[in-house]
């Protein structure tokens, strides 16, 4: 069953040097119960899309498009219906546990607050609902880690602790942006055993925003490969992670660090930057860093579809696929590869 479903997604910033078109006709949906993955370089707009669904973009962005949440569209809501949302139904994990923490508070003022508000409990009653969530993501002795600052616990523990609040109100869908980005390689490892646990556990839906695929193969069920604002390949773990389609999926997986490799073997790069987001090249934005590149790709790129739900967005033809939006975003059903759609 849909829990969410996102469609023509668009984000813009107004910048004094331009419009910056951080997210552009995003499409997607998430299924009660499993985990999302959207992976990409720093700057695809991964964080920025959430942050829209959200409705805490900042001052001056804008976002348009469809979100639907139970059948109600996130991005029509006032700030007042968006309040009984967030925190309560949709929850949110921030990439730095110690910006997104008043170190003014102990945790038990924050986190007590949140309950308080969304659920209607005493502030005693409150305050061991709390204390049961510190346990829960293992912090020892929560009684009185609870009375206790954010600038005294480390950097793995505060991010326990913005788990817990997210988790607080149990709520259906949790949105974890870059949980691990500032935190060692162990404790990553224990972040990312967690949120899996909690998941098995509890059932809710988790978008997971990273750049670390060793943490999406671990918890994903399905996978977007986000560059440049957009879409480029989805699919589900195994298949992206064995059988990639995308010229930009497999650059992404060669580069990462492996025991199998030769030692004297030289890392692989994706050559070149991405483009400006404010000057958007035609055609495929990935051309310029791309090996296979053809003149054609000076045009839109086709959308490919299988019957199981993958997707990739080039001319290069997807095995088992058919184009299920053409050139220019027209639809085609039933152009299959191999038929001259490439």
């Known amino acids: 069953m849909k829990l969410?479903?996102?469609?023509?997604?668009?984000?813009?910033?107004?910048?004094?040097?331009?419009?910056?078109k951080a997210v552009n006709g995003m499409d997607l949906t998430v299924e009660q119960g499993e985990t999302l993955a959207i992976v990409g370089e720093s700057g695809s707009g991964k964080s920025q899309l959430v942050m829209a669904l959200m409705g805490?973009?900042?001052?001056?962005?804008?976002?348009?498009?469809?979100?639907?949440?139970?059948?109600?569209?996130?991005?029509?809501?006032?700030?007042?219906?968006?309040?009984?949302?967030?925190?309560?139904?949709?929850?949110?994990?921030?990439?730095?546990?110690?910006?997104?923490?008043?170190?003014?508070?102990?945790?038990?003022?924050?986190?007590?607050?949140?309950?308080?508000?969304?659920?209607?409990?005493?502030?005693?009653?409150?305050?061991?609902h709390a204390v049961e969530m510190l346990r829960a993501?293992?912090?020892?002795?929560?009684?009185?880690?609870?009375?206790?600052?954010?600038h005294e616990y480390s950097g793995g523990m505060r991010q326990r602790v913005m788990i817990a609040m997210g988790l607080l109100c149990e709520p259906e869908l949790l949105i974890a942006d870059e949980p691990t980005t500032a935190l060692d390689v162990t404790v990553q490892a224990q972040i990312t055993e967690l949120v899996g646990q909690l998941?098995?556990?509890?059932?809710?839906?988790?978008?997971?925003?990273?750049?670390?695929?060793?943490?999406?193969?671990?918890?994903?069920?399905?996978?977007?490969?986000?560059?440049?604002?957009?879409?480029?390949e989805t699919g589900g773990v195994e298949d992206i992670f064995y059988r990639p389609q995308h010229p930009y999926t497999r650059g992404l997986l060669a580069s990462v660090p492996r025991l199998d490799r030769v030692a004297e073997e030289d890392l692989h790069a994706i050559p070149g930057n991405p483009p400006n987001m404010q000057d958007l090249p035609p055609g495929c934005r990935f051309r310029d860093r791309c090996s296979q590149a053809m003149e054609q790709c000076l045009r839109r790129p086709p959308l490919w579809a299988d019957d199981g739900g993958r997707m990739s967005r080039c001319f290069l033809p997807m095995e088992g696929g058919h184009v299920a939006v053409a050139e220019g975003g027209g639809e085609t059903p039933g152009e299959t590869a191999g038929e001259g759609a490439a």
């Open 4 to 20: 969410l479903e996102v469609s023509g997604l668009e984000v813009r910033f107004a910048t004094p040097e331009g419009v910056v």
């Open 56 to 128: 805490l973009l900042a001052e001056n962005g804008s976002a348009s498009g469809r979100a639907l949440f139970h059948g109600k569209d996130l991005m029509r809501m006032t700030q007042r219906e968006l309040n009984g949302v967030r925190g309560k139904h949709i929850a949110m994990i921030f990439q730095d546990p110690m910006t997104s923490l008043n170190p003014f508070l102990t945790i038990e003022q924050q986190m007590v607050e949140v309950v308080m508000h969304h659920q209607g409990l005493s502030r005693d009653e409150a305050c061991s």
């Open 137 to 150: 993501v293992r912090i020892p002795d929560p009684e009185e880690r609870i009375q206790q600052y954010p």
């Open 199 to 232: 998941r098995r556990q509890t059932r809710m839906a988790i978008i997971l925003i990273t750049h670390d695929l060793a943490a999406v193969a671990e918890v994903s069920d399905r996978i977007i490969v986000m560059y440049a604002g957009e879409m480029v």
